[in-house]
Every structure is written in structure tokens, then in C-alpha cells.
């Protein structure tokens, strides 16, 4: 008698695969997207938050903060702060809990386009840059050179195709405008011509922020647009740690509130040199310094949208030096973001920045560690997450490009597994294995899952070292460079239509060419 074979569950083979592989997913049904959830990855019990928090609001009513300006003073003190003799704001613990029952919660931090809108709430993940570098990373001479306002526009525009960036917040400086409000202002200008996604910005003095004010109604189509939907937040480094205000930087911040900006409380101690050795009153400084940001928020402007931006960074305590890309760093930012959690605020803390000179197999380790923790630890806004090179100093397109898919990696992890009925497929295994091939490649249920289950790299290479070989032997590097070519030989599909950049130009002296 002629048994008949089992009938295989292919589709079509690898055209099919092929064919999967290039149609578009819906964003619900991509592997990994903004605003995974976190919070799989706890370093401190819950017993730690408690002292922590006990810790900072200690700090804050005995030792208090220095230098904040007079119309901080004034706005503080009314909120129920007290001025000592000494000319410290001490913060009573009742004012802290009354200001923290005031601030901002799930809050959205608008784009240009609305698809772009980051919700930060809970332990939701959001990855993009950050940064004030001076220099950019020339990977075919490994050099580095200055960098220029150039650079950042074509960060924006490589980091607008990047799905797993998503926000841009300047991430160097543009050392070829020697005027500081002129680069305040084309800072702005250049990130917001080459993305939509949401901008981060700052100002190196108060009085630039009422010209980057008109700048961003103009960009908007006028305030009233503009203060619907704030398209670009400011980073304050309204302390100097340890536990002093930076007097211009709280009147920055001021302005920008009043102007509308969404603020990012960046308290960016160094342990070991600006903030203390150990690791959990590292944390503690960078607690209480944000929590008297949200203090002085609060006090001026209740509810006004602020990220709690506790950013302690890491000595080298042999040198010095700062260590970016350390397992402390790791750990810091990953505390940091359970701190927030406690609080109910919206969280950013910076990770994945690398003290390696160049892409390389050091900056992947130092890259992928704090990320991944800092994906799994909730952190709402993962900044400086990619392109960072020399502990802050340096900036690389290329690198940015390569982030992208290691950021893929870590969202993945961040996603986890989910265990359902369907998922443990008791029914495909059975079938594939009594009645089928006893294979499950082709099968309709991994087609069905081989987009939305499995992430895949942009620019990291997969293939047998055969093929490796017949294709030329590519490296990263020469990858990412042909896409960042790719990517810069195509206008920016951000770039302001004809009348406001024309608009824009009468109005400021705009360095970028048209």
C-alpha cells in the first residue's frame, strides 16, 4: 500500500519569506517600537528607594542648595522654602511632597509629526540623543575634527530615517558659529530642518530664549500652534553639583517656561569628583537636586511639563576622568530611573554613551550594556543612547547608524516574551511533528511571525563567512557609511517649506545654506 506523504505547511518557500520581509508592518505589529514598557530590571529593593528618598529629603531641608537666583528665591521662599543666614534655600519635606502632588505626569512631548509624539508615563521607553560634543569622528582617518553646525543638521537628518531613535536632542555643538545666540538659534534651526521627531535644544543665556521663542513660532506657524504643541523641549543644567543652583541656567529655565518649553531637570554630578564615590549617595545628590528642580518648577508654573533628569555620571577614580561606558554608569542610570518611577515623573537619564575613540568592539560592549539596562529599568527618555564617542567629546554619524541596530537589540529584550496559548503552539509542534516535515521553517505560523516576533539589523551582517567573502568582505563600518551616503543624498523630508525658511531667514542669521 502507497502511504502518502505528509503535505508540508510552506507558503511558497523563500519567495513567500521574501515577499513577508517586504511588505510594510503596522506599527502595532513591529517587533519592537517606542514606548515598550520596561521595568523588568530592578537593582534597588524596594527597601533602598525608601532610604534613598529619605536620604534626599534630609539633604534638602538640612544642607539646601546655594546660588539660585532672586526671582528663584522669591518663588521658592513663597512656596514655603527657607533662606537661611547662609544664603542656602532649605526645602521643608512637607514643600516637597506638596510640589511633587503638583507635577507634571504622563506627559507627551509633542513632534512636528504627531506620529513621533513621545507619551512618557510609567516605565514606557523612549531612545535618542543627547550631548553638547566638540568634535566629530572622522572613521576613515581616525581623526577627530571640530564639529560644525553642518554635522548636527546631518545628525537630524540620519537620526529622522533611524526607527529606533526616537527623539533628537542636539548631541554637539556647532563650533563654526563663533556667536553664541546665533548657534543657540541655528542649533534649533538645523535639528528641526532635518527631523520631526521631537527636538531637544538648550540656551547658554537667558536672553536668547525669548528669539528662540519667535524662531520656534515661526517654525510652528505662529504661537498659538507653537503652544499647542511644543515640538522642542530644553535641557537645563540648572544645578552645579554638589547642591548649588547655576544662577543663569534657573534663569534659562525660567524663560522657558514662560515661553512654553517643556523642561528636562538635568542634575549631572560626577561620583567621585562632583557627587559622592559611592554609588547610592551618588544617587541621592542627583534625587534631591532634581527634586528641588521640581520645587523650583512647580513653584513658578504648577504642572508644568518636566522630565526628572537625575544624570549621575561615573569617575575613573584612577584619573579622574569620566567613564561613560563603565557597569557603574550602567547601574546609576538604571537606579536613577526607578527613583523616578517612585515618584511618578517622567524619567530621562543618559546611557550608551561610550568611552571607546571609534566604533569599535569596545563601544559595542559599553554601548549595549547601559542601554540594556536602561531599557529594562523603564527609563522614560534614554538620552545620548547612540553616536557618542570619548565619554561626551565626540559625535559619529556612522555610529549613530550602527546604534540604530543596537538599540533594536536591547527595545527586543526590552519587549520580552509573551506567553499566551497561541504562543506555546502545543498544536503546531504536535502537528508538525506527527503529521508534518518535522521542520517548522516555511510553516504558516512562522511566516506569520518572522516580522512581528523577530527583530532584524539594518546594517550588521548575518551571513556565512561563504558569503561574506563573495560579497567583498564588508565591514560595519564601510555599511553604515553607505547608508549614511544613502540617507544625506535625499533631501530632508523635515526641511521648512519655501515661505517660513524664507520667513525664518529675514529674521535670523541663519549659517546653513538653503
Known amino acids: 500500500m502507497t502511504q502518502t506523504q505528509p503535505k508540508s505547511r510552506r507558503s511558497g518557500g523563500r519567495?513567500?519569506?521574501?515577499?513577508?520581509?517586504?511588505?510594510?508592518?503596522?506599527?502595532?505589529?513591529?517587533?519592537?517600537?517606542?514606548?515598550?514598557?520596561?521595568g523588568q530590571y530592578r537593582p534597588l529593593k524596594d527597601a533602598d528607594i525608601e532610604r534613598i528618598h529619605g536620604a534626599a529629603l534630609d539633604a534638602l531641608a538640612e544642607i539646601g542648595l546655594a546660588d539660585a537666583p532672586a526671582s528663584g528665591v522669591k518663588a521658592m521662599t513663597d512656596a514655603g522654602a527657607v533662606l537661611g543666614e547662609d544664603g542656602r534655600l532649605r526645602f521643608p519635606r512637607a514643600l516637597v511632597e506638596d510640589m511633587l502632588a503638583k507635577a507634571a505626569r504622563d506627559i507627551t512631548l509633542c513632534a512636528r509629526d504627531p506620529e513621533y509624539d513621545l507619551k512618557l508615563s510609567g516605565t514606557k521607553v523612549h531612545y535618542g540623543t543627547a550631548g553638547a560634543a566638540v568634535h566629530m569622528v572622522d572613521v576613515d582617518g581616525r581623526n577627530y575634527r571640530d564639529s560644525q553646525l553642518q554635522d548636527l543638521h546631518d545628525a537630524a537628518c540620519i537620526a529622522d530615517q533611524l526607527d529606533n531613535i526616537h527623539f533628537f536632542q542636539r548631541p554637539m555643538v556647532a563650533r563654526d558659529v563663533v556667536d553664541n545666540c546665533e548657534m543657540d538659534l541655528n542649533t534649533i534651526y538645523a535639528s528641526c530642518s532635518g527631523t520631526t521627531k521631537h527636538v531637544g535644544t538648550s540656551f547658554g543665556d537667558p536672553g536668547f530664549v525669548a528669539k528662540g521663542a519667535q524662531l520656534l513660532h515661526l517654525i510652528a506657524g505662529g504661537e498659538a500652534a507653537w503652544r499647542a504643541r511644543p515640538?522642542?523641549?530644553?535641557?537645563?543644567?540648572?544645578?552645579?553639583?554638589?547642591?548649588?543652583?547655576?544662577?543663569?541656567?534657573?534663569?534659562?529655565?525660567?524663560?522657558?517656561?514662560?515661553?512654553?518649553?517643556?523642561?528636562?531637570?538635568?542634575?549631572?554630578?560626577?561620583?567621585?569628583?562632583?557627587?559622592?564615590?559611592?554609588?547610592?549617595?551618588?544617587v541621592v545628590q542627583a534625587v534631591a537636586e532634581c527634586l528641588a528642580g521640581i520645587v523650583y518648577v512647580n513653584s513658578i508654573a504648577p504642572g508644568h511639563p518636566a522630565v526628572f533628569g537625575s544624570w549621575p555620571f561615573v569617575s575613573d577614580l584612577r584619573t579622574g576622568a569620566m567613564s561613560g561606558g563603565s557597569g557603574e554608569q550602567a547601574l546609576l542610570t538604571a537606579a536613577c530611573a526607578q527613583m523616578a518611577q517612585f515618584y511618578g515623573l517622567p524619567s530621562g537619564s543618559p546611557a550608551g554613551f561610550a568611552d571607546a575613540k571609534l566604533p569599535d568592539m569596545q563601544a559595542g560592549w559599553e554601548q549595549m550594556c547601559s542601554n540594556l539596562l536602561a531599557g529594562l529599568s523603564g527609563l522614560n527618555m534614554v538620552y545620548e543612547a547612540a553616536g557618542m564617542h570619548a565619554s561626551l567629546l565626540g559625535f559619529c554619524h556612522e555610529s549613530l547608524i550602527l546604534g540604530n541596530d543596537l538599540i533594536g537589540q536591547a527595545l527586543r529584550c526590552v519587549r520580552g516574551i509573551e506567553v499566551t496559548d497561541e504562543a506555546l503552539s502545543l498544536d503546531v509542534i504536535r502537528t508538525t511533528c506527527l503529521?508534518?516535515?518535522?521542520?517548522?521553517?516555511?510553516?504558516?505560523?512562522?511566516?506569520?511571525?518572522?516580522?512581528?516576533?523577530?527583530?532584524?539589523?539594518?546594517?550588521?551582517?548575518?551571513?556565512?563567512?561563504?558569503?561574506?567573502?563573495?560579497?567583498?568582505?564588508?565591514?560595519?563600518?564601510?555599511?553604515?557609511?553607505?547608508?549614511?551616503?544613502?540617507?544625506?543624498?535625499?533631501?530632508?523630508?523635515?526641511?521648512?517649506?519655501?515661505?517660513?525658511?524664507?520667513?525664518?531667514?529675514?529674521?535670523?542669521?541663519?549659517?546653513?545654506?538653503?
Open 15 to 38: 519567495a513567500a519569506r521574501q515577499a513577508l520581509r517586504a511588505a510594510p508592518l503596522t506599527k502595532e505589529n513591529q517587533p519592537v517600537r517606542a514606548g515598550l514598557s520596561g
Open 231 to 282: 515640538f522642542v523641549s530644553c535641557s537645563v543644567c540648572f544645578v552645579v553639583p554638589p547642591m548649588k543652583f547655576a544662577t543663569d541656567a534657573c534663569e534659562v529655565m525660567e524663560n522657558c517656561i514662560r515661553a512654553g518649553l517643556p523642561v528636562l531637570l538635568l542634575s549631572a554630578g560626577q561620583a567621585g569628583a562632583t557627587a559622592p564615590a559611592p554609588l547610592a549617595s551618588a
Open 435 to 514: 503529521e508534518g516535515p518535522g521542520h517548522y521553517l516555511g510553516t504558516d505560523q512562522t511566516l506569520a511571525l518572522m516580522q512581528s516576533e523577530y527583530l532584524y539589523p539594518d546594517v550588521a551582517d548575518r551571513s556565512t563567512p561563504k558569503e561574506w567573502a563573495e560579497q567583498g568582505k564588508p565591514d560595519l563600518i564601510a555599511s553604515a557609511r553607505s547608508r549614511k551616503e544613502a540617507i544625506l543624498s535625499t533631501p530632508s523630508r523635515a526641511a521648512f517649506d519655501a515661505q517660513t525658511d524664507a520667513a525664518i531667514r529675514s529674521a535670523f542669521k541663519i549659517h546653513l545654506k538653503s
